[in-house]
């Protein structure tokens, strides 16, 4: 589902409540020179729409709204909800939020709500209310968006309430302590519980926490903020039937997305990369690939980007010229139907005063305001686009609930943020391979190559459907640490991998991380003490490297880093490594290859000689691979080239030059110059819609432009 428009969306927030009528006038007048048929209105208007309590003036708003759909600009309709007035503050000190060291934060921010508080609770859906009653009918609504970027600064609250409400959520999910005991093991550190109300918050302890405690706190706070969502979203619908929705941010670590998905009509995504970062081109591809399998399949909203620099960052750099309508387009190549920004009219005041808008302070005369109408003209051109699939042969799955569970852990190593799924996702993107992003739930049926990496969880479902995709013909790589613990964090007995032993024909022995270099009180010696320390000197500590070399035994890998002009032996991994062994008695009974092993070199020399890529052949002409070690990118792309040909995988296109991006949506083929030099493309048949030109086979391409291609 989407908003009633024929072109794709775009504009961005407003805030007329900031603005003099003068300028309110002005602006309705640029949007149109712009192209903006959508904007994003009382994202932040609480103040403004209930002065006082159960006070609410709406005629200022609506007054608003009518004069953009005048202008045939549709509005997207904000609950209000994400910033409370101060009168609340004031009036209803608890309900502010309470952090993790019991410090009650204040008033003058935004997000200062606790989420189990009463008191806002019913504010906020009596406000709802009120506002979904006055302007469901109006003509110039065409969508509703609740709350914005739950949990980006408040993901959870400790205080009396909220601890209260995660007493609740724990007897719904567990029925009786006895069996919450079981699942946290509490047996340790005589952490025994007789009853719910002994349980508290995972705050402020003297030394690590229960693993599981913190896990189900995340699941609780996770739930306690989508509740919130819900209860707006519920009370909307009774009175619109026009499609509702909250703002995503990308792979943001601390909501289960896959988990807020199935409760709106539109994903909608914020997402700001980083001008300066030389990778940011594929944080658009990671973030709308991530969209896209939130939407299963289907097209999305960009709700925020930025037209130039943001204001939050230690430093903030600009987008370089070209690169605003380049990105736009990126996001519409990885599935978006509609394009918006933070926002209209940029800020003379507030903690947002620097960040970039579709109006600088300049306003006209600056080169933002003419990328944003080019931006305009283009986007106007591309209703063809809309609804158009994107098709992959490759998934990459990834999985909130064993990311959390990764961080919540106690070793192996410390979590991280999605490191691994990102990294292979960018060795496809970089290979020009088309991918999805899915949950662990999704789909696999019609997948070539499924990657599964770092998915801490055993998950016996996701096996399953693994087995059958390699028993169909398809290749599952998996790449550790996965299926360590259940889902409640408790390990998996006689050796990692739980579930996928079978499947892969291995199991886990042991976890053998490096620790990289050791900051000690020889090493702060300047080596002065090696002359007479005689029995450090002589103490080999090959885990304090940064690296562990890998060489390739099977051929079709050594051709494969041959062919990238590397040796062999030059494979190599980071700081994770496995001892892994057969299954069964050996490699042959399992039916395994091993197709690397460790070659001693970097911090191997604990692990040479054993496996550290297997593959076990299935009669189909599927292959389940093991990875027992994070690969670096070198070493992922010449793995992925013997995957991939096994699965019969090929780029979008062919031999493009440096830094261009090919991306197909059914008939549309996107060509995305990411370098700094024009190239020349070749074999490009169709008419771009981008400057309307037909293209006979060769096209030059200007440095950070891009082109979308009809080719029906």
């Known amino acids: 589902m989407r908003p009633m428009l024929t072109t794709p969306a775009y504009g961005g927030d407003w805030s007329p409540e900031q603005w003099d009528s003068a300028t309110i006038d002005a602006d309705i007048t640029l949007m149109k020179e712009a192209g903006v048929n959508l904007v994003s209105l009382g994202i932040f208007s609480w103040a403004f729409l209930e002065p006082s309590e159960g006070s609410y003036d709406f005629d200022w708003l609506e007054d608003i709204i009518t004069r953009l759909h005048a202008a045939g600009i549709a509005t997207d309709l904000a609950t209000g909800t994400a910033s409370p007035p101060a009168w609340m503050a004031a009036t209803y000190p608890h309900s502010l939020p309470v952090d993790a060291r019991g410090v ?148 943001f670590p601390r909501l289960d997305y896959q988990k807020w998905a199935g409760e709106v009509d539109i994903i909608s995504d914020d997402s700001y990369p980083d001008p300066a970062d030389p990778a940011a081109a594929h944080s658009v591809a990671w973030a709308g690939d991530i969209m896209r399998g939130l939407a299963n399949g289907s097209s999305w909203l960009l709700m925020e980007q930025s037209p130039s620099a943001v204001q939050w960052r230690q430093r903030n750099s600009p987008k370089r010229p070209g690169q605003y309508l380049l990105w736009t387009l990126g996001r519409m190549a990885h599935g978006a139907d509609g394009i918006l920004q933070f926002q209209w009219r940029q800020s003379l005041r507030g903690s947002e005063t620097f960040h970039a808008a579709m109006v600088p302070h300049s306003g006209k005369d600056s080169r933002t305001w003419g990328e944003v109408v080019r931006t305009g003209e283009v986007l106007s051109r591309l209703a063809p686009v809309m609804d158009a699939p994107y098709r992959a042969d490759v998934a990459v799955v990834m999985d909130w609930q064993s990311m959390w569970a990764f961080n919540a852990a106690i070793g192996p190593v410390e979590g991280t943020h999605f490191e691994r799924p990102r990294a292979w996702h960018r060795s496809l993107w970089e290979a020009g391979i088309a991918v999805d992003v899915v949950g662990d739930h999704a789909d696999l049926s019609a997948y070539r190559v499924i990657i599964v990496a770092e998915h801490f969880i055993d998950s016996p479902d996701l096996t399953r459907r693994l087995q059958a995709a390699v028993e169909a013909g398809a290749q599952v790589l998996i790449e550790g640490p996965t299926a360590v613990v259940d889902r409640n964090l408790g390990a998996v007995p006689d050796g990692y991998l739980g579930s996928a032993r079978q499947l892969l024909g291995v199991r886990v022995i042991e976890h053998a991380a490096l620790t990289g270099a050791v900051e000690s009180f020889s090493a702060a010696s300047n080596g002065r003490g090696d002359a007479v320390n005689r029995l450090s000197r002589a103490v080999g500590t090959p885990a304090a490297c940064e690296w562990i070399g890998v060489e390739a035994h099977a051929d079709a890998l050594r051709r494969a880093t041959d062919r990238l002009g590397t040796p062999a032996p030059d494979l190599r991994a980071g700081q994770w490594a496995e001892e892994i062994a057969p299954a069964a008695h050996s490699w042959h009974d399992s039916g395994v290859e091993v197709v690397a092993t460790f070659d001693g070199r970097g911090g191997g020399a604990d692990l040479a000689n054993m496996a550290a890529i297997t593959r076990r052949s299935y009669a189909g002409g599927g292959n389940a691979w093991y990875v027992a070690c994070d690969l670096d990118a070198l070493s992922r792309r010449a793995l992925l080239d013997v995957v991939g040909a096994y699965g019969r995988v090929r780029p979008v296109v062919d031999g493009l030059p440096d830094g261009v991006e090919a991306q197909r949506r059914g008939n549309f083929l996107f060509l995305l110059n990411h370098s700094d030099r024009a190239v020349e493309l070749t074999g490009i048949v169709g008419r771009d819609l981008v400057d309307g030109a037909q293209c006979h086979g060769h096209v030059m391409l200007a440095p950070r432009c891009g082109m979308v291609v009809d080719q029906r």
């Open 104 to 251: 009650r934060l204040g008033f003058g921010s935004r997000q200062q709500y606790c989420p189990s508080s009463a008191v806002f609770r019913g504010a906020a859906q009596r406000l709802t209310r009120a506002i979904a009653q006055r302007f469901a009918d109006h003509p110039g609504v065409v969508m509703w968006h609740v709350s914005n970027e739950y949990g980006c600064h408040v993901s959870e609250c400790f205080c009396h309430e909220c601890v209260e409400a995660f007493r609740t959520w724990l007897r719904d999910t567990y029925a009786s302590i006895d069996a919450l005991n079981a699942a946290w093991g509490t047996a340790f550190w005589s952490q025994r519980y007789t009853a719910f109300d002994q349980v508290g918050a995972p705050g402020a302890m003297p030394t690590f926490h229960n693993p599981a405690h913190a896990l189900d706190w995340r699941r609780f706070s996770n739930d306690n903020l989508l509740s919130l969502m819900i209860a707006e979203r519920d009370i909307i619908r009774q009175y619109s039937s026009a499609p509702v929705t909250t703002n995503f941010m990308g792979d």
